[in-house]
């Protein structure tokens, strides 16, 4: 793959700069040019640099697909694209993108061209850097790598996964006294690694397949998870809803979930240890005023969000983790607890399948977990008491690769707030990289399903995927300091499952009728919003029609489109283990337990029954400590002594 010709083809690097950045607002306020032009030059390499860090398979896509575009302009002109000059080049793209399926093609490239050049730009906007001053420390944590354990060791609990849910459950049995080990397949990342590094940089080591995980089904969905001790908590938005009252009804009435009782109480825990408050107006940014101001506009109810952030200094890189430390995720807040009660997180470590006794009296039960080192060798951690929180991605094939996996639903049920963006253009910089990432709720439409967040991401990481190609992708891409961002998640039917048992598992997801009119309803009030807090225009993040100058315009557009034509992202999967009181419905029993076998719970997001229809990072953690708590009244949890037998420890 050219990387030079097909970024210089998608960003018309070479051709002059246009005298307007956005034709489609005249008369708006120029935005500032970068003072180092030569950003342009690096795109190609920070390209490679994205694509190393995705998945093979989509990997070869994207590099497919670039051949394909090169291919074109051979047969076409002679030449492959870093020979054209800069007007065939743009010819080339523009006569492309005039039919559906090639468009297509180029929407699927500029995503990872657009990661690299948003980082270039903004790198070359920046003053040059002076000292760094030094930031916080982190909490200690009990990490070590697992290529340094031995080969054979034993704990009482071992605890798969060190994300929401994870991290609650070993708090909670390390403080019972058990001895207890928590694996976790990502590394440790402190608050000082992440502010030496960009944001793209971190993107890439901080997500599962470099966030490029997508759910196959109509339409596709990028699935992004982290990878960390941490897990998503360290690369989410640090928004934290309390799981709304009609929901934990539902569970409990209609599912027959005992996780859902006492969940109040266990929420207030989780929001204490947490730190949750409302976000403070200071650092709020443009992008959360104009939300506000758009809302007051149109009568509705809207409000700076519920955030696990004291001290929040507005980098908006909550989703590549916080640079400052202010973002309570589960390493600076729950694990150093855990630690601190005998915890310890073996870094590095894949777990490969739970080990079951199925010779004991009274049936098969918990005898430990196999463990993958990075290396390729293996390590085995015995323990009576295994807790699967490894995601409701990872968590089922874990247990089919278990044997454990053969309860008919494992996998199903699988519902993952399918979610939308729009963006406004304003006639004069907004710059939404400025201020919270994820500032203010609207919530005038939740009891429709529908739950608009003001959200901001570093640049060329967002929802929205810039229209145009050649110039007037460069135009778009010169002039993002102009728009504001909007995205909208829907309450989803579960439609999704898992299948598979690999380290990379198939998910399929079909987007349910119901759920595509929400989405359309999704975008038209987001549209709405912008144009009342005083955009020009919005850009749909719909290739056949990208902008919209009025309202009616945009319910114009809207009329004629499916949801499939929106570029479509998906967060928070849950439901693929189940909890419920019918057997033969749910994998899971009402309090954690997985039916078939003694001493292995389930303490993620797989155990919720249904969408839970906000940000799930409180609910998590709350079932979490109701499972742990249904743990140590089994009778497997006997209290031990010390941390989990094996190497020496090392503080970090």
């Known amino acids: ?22 034709p489609h607002a005249p008369g708006a306020e120029r935005s500032a040019p970068p003072p180092d032009p030569a950003w342009e030059h690096r795109v190609p390499g920070r390209l490679h640099a994205v694509l190393r860090t995705m998945p093979g398979p989509a990997r070869a896509g994207v590099r497919a697909a670039a051949a394909a575009v090169d291919a074109y302009a051979v047969a076409r002109t002679g030449r492959r694209l870093g020979a054209l000059d800069p007007a065939a080049r743009e ?23 657009l990661l690299a050049a948003g980082t270039e730009r903004l790198l070359a906007a920046q003053p040059p850097a002076g000292p760094r001053p030094p930031g916080p420390e982190d909490p200690p944590l009990d990490c070590v790598p697992v290529a340094q354990w031995p080969a054979r060791s034993t704990a009482d609990a071992v605890v798969i996964g ?34 030496a590094r960009t944001p793209l940089e ?21 699935l992004p998870t982290g990878r960390a001790v941490g897990g998503t908590t360290v690369v989410n938005s640090g ?35 947490l730190r949750v408050a409302t976000q403070p107006l200071g650092p709020l940014g443009r992008n959360g005023l104009l939300a506000l101001a758009g809302a007051r506009e149109l009568g509705w109810r809207a409000a700076p969000l519920r955030r696990n952030a004291p001290g929040c200094k507005g980098s908006c890189q909550c989703v590549v983790g916080c640079p400052t430390g202010a973002k309570q995720s589960v390493q600076l807040s729950v694990l150093p607890d855990a ?27 918990a005898a430990g977990v196999r463990v993958r080192r990075p290396d390729g060798g293996e390590c085995e951690v015995l323990a009576p008491l295994v807790v699967v929180a490894a995601g409701a991605l990872q968590s089922p094939p874990l247990l089919r690769r278990s044997g454990l996996g053969g309860h008919p639903r494992t996998g199903r049920n699988l519902s993952v707030h399918p979610a939308a963006a729009v963006a406004g253009r304003f006639p004069r910089p907004v710059t939404a990289w400025e201020g919270v990432l994820q500032s203010v709720g609207v919530a005038e439409l939740h009891d429709r399903g529908v739950l608009i967040e003001a959200t901001a991401t570093p640049p060329g990481m967002g929802g929205v995927v810039l229209p145009g190609l050649g110039a007037d992708l460069r135009r778009e891409l010169d002039a993002a300091d102009r728009l504001a961002t909007l995205g909208a998640m829907i309450a989803d039917l579960p439609s999704g499952r898992v299948l598979g048992a690999g380290r990379r598992p198939l998910v399929r997801y079909d987007l349910a009728p119901r759920d595509a009119g929400r989405l359309l309803a999704a975008v038209r009030a987001m549209g709405r919003l912008l144009f009342a807090a005083g955009a020009q225009e919005v850009l749909t993040g719909i290739t056949a029609a990208p902008y919209a100058r009025t309202p009616d315009e945009l319910d114009a557009v809207l009329a004629r489109v499916r949801a499939r034509q929106l570029h479509l992202s998906a967060f928070h999967p849950t439901g693929t283990l189940a909890a419920g009181a019918d057997p033969e419905r749910f994998p899971v029993d009402p309090e954690g337990r997985l039916r078939g076998v003694r001493g292995v719970f389930v303490a993620d997001a797989s155990v919720l029954p249904s969408c839970p229809q906000v940000n799930p990072q409180l609910t998590v953690m709350a079932a979490a400590l109701a499972v742990a708590d249904a743990a140590l009244a089994g009778p497997v949890a006997g209290p031990g002594t010390g941390t989990a037998t094996g190497t020496g420890t090392g503080r970090v």
């Open 1 to 22: 793959m050219s990387a030079a010709g097909l970024v210089a083809a998608l960003l018309a690097t070479g051709l002059p700069d246009a005298q307007d950045p956005a």
């Open 91 to 113: 010819e080339l793209v523009r006569t492309l993108g005039a039919h559906a399926a090639p468009a297509a093609l180029l929407d699927l490239v500029k995503v990872p061209v």
């Open 162 to 195: 060190s994300g929401a849910g994870g991290a609650m459950a070993a708090r909670t049995l390390a403080r019972a006294g058990l001895r207890t080990l928590v694996l976790e397949e990502g590394e440790h990342h402190t608050t000082a690694s992440f502010a």
């Open 202 to 222: 971190r993107f890439g080591a901080l997500y599962r397949d470099g966030g490029a995980s997508a759910a196959l089904g109509r339409p596709p969905l990028l």
């Open 239 to 273: 928004t934290c809803y309390r799981t709304p009252d009609h929901v934990l009804a539902r569970w409990r009435d209609r599912y027959g979930c005992a996780l859902a009782d006492g969940l109040e109480a266990r929420l207030d825990d989780v929001e204490r240890t």
């Open 339 to 365: 630690c601190a009660a005998g915890a310890t997180i073996l870094t590095g470590a894949r777990a490969l399948r739970v080990l079951v006794d199925r010779d004991r009296p009274g049936g098969p039960a």
